[in-house]
């Protein structure tokens, strides 16, 4: 018996080293641009201020409570529910434009945004600046505005 335990001890070793490897990537990465990513996947994409809230600080932050606030249920108060707002949404893509590092702690981005109507219309475009710092080890985006 005590042969057994031994045996799969090699096991249960190599599934704890892949378990903490992967753990890093349930989340958003501690880097300027996938915190940055995922603030636009969330709050462009999904249109999701509450997401959005979690990878924010400082103005960014603000901004995103304010918007919580005045929407208070009507963002997705469609009859059919969830499945109506995901029809009715435009839609949203981005991409990078630039990167550019202010110093080791603030790193500006600029991204392009294509948002085009799902009942047809004009196709917009708009380049969003975003800022994010790091501040405790952890980057956030501390503050996004419309650039162009």
Known sequence: MANCRRRN??????FLVLAI???????????PRKTAD???????????????LEVSSGLA????????????GEAR????????????KPF??????????QDVDHV???YHLQIEPRQGGEKLEREILISAIRANGRWTVNNYENYR
């Open 9 to 14: 001890l090699p096991a249960i070793n190599v």
């Open 21 to 31: 490897l992967a753990l890093p990537s349930c989340g958003v990465s501690n880097d």
């Open 38 to 52: 995922a603030f636009c996947f969330r709050y462009f994409i999904k249109l999701d201020q509450i997401e959005a």
């Open 61 to 72: 932050a603000d901004k995103l409570r304010k918007e919580i606030d005045l929407l208070k």
């Open 77 to 88: 108060n469609f009859q059919e529910g969830d499945r109506e707002f995901h029809r009715l």
């Open 92 to 101: 949203i893509d981005y991409k990078m434009l630039q990167r550019t590092d």
């Open 108 to 110: 500006m981005f600029l």
